[in-house]
């Protein structure tokens, strides 16, 4: 790795140019017409849209949010030629296990803030202090103010992977535990592999079949498991539509993220509203408006609509080479082992694995862990996607539990 180790405090000032054209732009959208009769199936009703742009020009108070996030300390560093922005928030508890938390996609660092206090001081929120961790939030390569993204490669999670462990070794932590969802669930499951012996024990939300793969047979399941291989297959041939995009043509889809709030918008709320729990009649009921909006306007002020997509379309091919590979082999290695191999990291021991699965999720067990072999397994009736957004109480609850089997 090419590197300037120096680690520099950062805070956010958005400068109020960019608030003012903001606005400019929200109150001057060209809206389409809607459909009588139309809902959510083609996608984010008009009137609905209208009313959130609405708020977000005249009623949300983006100061107020930048204040709240800058209350915990926020750093930069060069890692492999890359600017990494991250949280760093010790725990005053001495014997903390240091823990790195990785978002994924549409989300950022911010979708962690609910979550930091409970995780670092939970003698301060009614918790036991041996469960205690110092929380590292770094966001990921070309999402949020890790931008912007000067070459191409960080759609490969190794690459990510191996930056987030330097990231660790960089700030004094030999020995540290990791989560993530979605994209970061998939950084959290290499880290092993590219910190051998390292990592104490890894935690993911979510796992779901491949996306481009067949469908799932239903002969053989029941209840919840048939329920989420049904929803699995009619995410497959009714929801992939943004994943196909991204991952095809990210630079044509850039355009329109990088110019329109609106599209941007309608982007993302679309995924909250398909991916948060199903008990949610709209977005803002699974989690607050204002939140929701905070995390557009990271992806607005720092053009991550474009970058992010850019960075999913390397991962994506990456994906695929990785899982056509892995289903030629003639052993029982895991996909993930298959290509840290074909990138040249060493085959090491698996850490304990912690799997937790949300209400929207469309995990199964039978095909996620086959062979039994995940130590820690939880299934919650709440939740979906982003739980540290939409139910942290759970998460921090998950997390504490299995984590401390490492300690």
């Not at 051998?196 to 919840?224: K, M, Q, W």
């Amino acid at each position: 790795m090419t590197n300037n180790t120096d680690i520099r405090p950062f805070r956010i000032d958005i400068p109020q140019a960019e608030l003012d054209d903001l606005r400019d732009r929200l109150t001057r959208a060209r809206w389409p017409r809607q459909l009588h009769g139309a809902g959510w199936e083609r996608g984010v009703p008009v009137d609905h849209l209208k009313d959130l742009a609405d708020y977000w020009a005249n009623g949300f108070d983006w100061r107020a949010q930048e204040k709240a996030l800058n209350e915990f300390p926020q750093f930069m560093t060069t890692i492999d030629g890359q600017d990494l922005h991250f949280l760093h928030v010790r725990s005053p508890e001495p014997d903390a296990l240091p823990l790195i938390l990785s978002h994924g996609w549409p989300g950022s660092f911010a979708d962690f803030l609910d979550v930091i206090g409970p995780l670092t001081d939970p003698r301060a929120h009614g918790g036991d202090p041996a469960d205690a961790f110092h929380v590292v939030i770094p966001s990921l390569p070309g999402f949020g103010f890790s931008n912007p993204v000067r070459e191409p490669g960080w759609g490969n999670l190794f690459r990510v992977a191996a930056a987030f462990a330097e990231l660790m070794t960089r700030l004094g932590y030999e020995r540290f535990a990791a989560q993530g969802g979605d994209v970061g669930g998939g950084v959290t499951m290499l880290l092993p592999m590219v910190a051998p012996g390292r990592v104490v024990a890894t935690h993911i939300n979510g796992p779901s079949p491949y996306p481009f793969g067949p469908p799932i047979e239903l002969d053989g399941l029941s209840g919840a498991d048939r329920d989420r291989a049904e929803r699995f297959n009619a995410f497959r041939e009714d929801g992939l539509g943004y994943l196909h995009l991204q991952s095809t043509r990210p630079q044509t889809l850039g355009y329109s993220l990088n110019d329109s709030p609106i599209g941007q918008l309608a982007w993302i709320v679309e995924k909250f509203k398909e991916w948060t729990d199903p008990a949610a009649a709209l977005p803002e009921d699974a989690v607050d408006r204002d939140r929701l909006l905070t995390e557009v306007s990271l992806y607005w002020f720092t053009g991550s609509g474009a970058s992010s997509a850019g960075v999913l379309y390397e991962g994506m091919r990456a994906y695929r080479e990785m899982a056509a590979s892995s289903s030629h082999n003639d052993d029982d290695q895991s996909g993930d082992q298959a290509g840290a191999e074909q990138a040249g990291w060493p085959s090491v021991p698996v850490p304990p694995q912690g799997i937790a699965v949300f209400a929207a999720d469309m995990t199964i067990r039978a095909l996620a862990d086959p062979a039994n072999t995940v130590g820690h397994w939880s299934e919650f009736d709440r939740g979906g996607h982003f739980p540290a957004l939409e139910t942290p109480d759970l998460l921090v609850g998950d997390l504490r539990a299995f984590f401390r089997i490492a300690r």
